[in-house]
């Protein structure tokens, strides 16, 4: 069964670091999309970043820019997100999704991904 599993999620304080890491079983990372969502308390999902099949870093929320970095390891089967600088209002669940091939895109739009994880908390403390 093709299924994403996201780990490294917990609590750190503002201005730490953390990496999250989105690793799919049953099925390869190859030619996919994938992207990282988060929801935080009462508060609508949104698309923070995704990485298209080429490897290459195709968006990223504005309010994350500069501090969030995605990237991935094929040979891992994994993408990461790497949060440095995490502020009280990036404590959300984080969720990665995939859009599988073919073809495989990036967007921000949730409803366009085929596969979602579990999702990992984040919460930044002050």
């Known amino acids: 069964e093709a299924q994403l599993v996201e780990s490294g999620g917990g609590l750190v304080q503002a201005g730490g670091s953390l990496r999250l890491s989105c690793t799919a079983s049953?099925?390869?990372?190859?030619?996919?999309?994938i992207g990282w969502f988060r929801r935080a308390p009462g508060k609508e999902r949104e698309g923070i970043s995704c990485?298209?099949?080429?490897?290459?870093?195709?968006y990223y929320l504005d309010s994350i820019k500069g501090r969030f970095t995605i990237s991935s390891d094929s040979a891992r089967n994994t993408v990461y997100l790497q949060m440095n600088g995490p502020q009280p209002e990036d404590t959300a669940v984080y969720y990665c999704?995939?859009?599988?091939?073919?073809?495989?895109?990036?967007?921000?739009?949730?409803?366009?991904?085929?596969?979602w994880g579990q999702g990992t908390q984040v919460t930044v403390s002050s």
């Open positions: 999704a995939a859009v599988l091939p073919t073809p495989a895109y990036c967007s921000a739009t949730y409803y366009v991904y085929d596969r």
């Open positions: 049953g099925f390869t990372f190859d030619g996919a999309a």
């Open positions: 990485i298209d099949p080429n490897g290459s870093a195709t």
